[in-house]
């Protein structure tokens, strides 16, 4: 099983920009795709992004779109989300996870991912 480690969050006004990143344990990060959800208090758990194992392929959730990057450094076994123009509504707990496979095969389906990391809190103020 790997273990997924995300860097801490934190609060940044409107119109800002962080970087998260998760780092994972073991030698296979580079066999498979992996993705960034959110939850935010009193809803459930969304699709954020996603990328393909060798990094040719991403997937945004409509609300992120052209706001939000992943890609990822298989050498550091690392995937990063970078996020910009940030909104309140933004304000969640964010979750890296593995996917079950290679490729972004239903990649906003929960379910498609085995591991999932700790969460890391996000504050966007207004």
């Known amino acids: 099983q790997v273990q997924l480690v995300e860097s801490e969050g934190g609060l940044v006004q409107a119109g800002g920009s962080l970087r998260l990143s998760c780092v994972a344990s073991?030698?296979?990060?580079?066999?498979?795709?992996m993705g960034w959800f959110r939850q935010a208090p009193g809803k459930e758990r969304e699709f954020v992004a996603a990328?393909?194992?060798?990094?040719?392929?991403?997937d945004y959730a409509d609300s992120v779109k052209g706001r939000f990057t992943i890609s990822r450094e298989n050498a550091k076994n690392t995937v990063y989300l970078q996020m910009s123009s940030l909104k309140p509504e933004d304000t969640a707990v964010y979750y890296c996870?593995?996917?079950?496979?290679?490729?972004?095969?239903?990649?906003?389906?929960?379910?498609?991912?085995?591991?999932w990391g700790q969460g890391t809190q996000v504050t966007v103020s207004s």
């Open positions: 990328i393909r194992w060798d990094g040719s392929r991403t």
């Open positions: 073991g030698r296979t990060f580079s066999s498979y795709a």
């Open positions: 996870a593995r996917s079950a496979g290679r490729l972004l095969t239903e990649p906003r389906k929960r379910a498609t991912y085995t591991d």
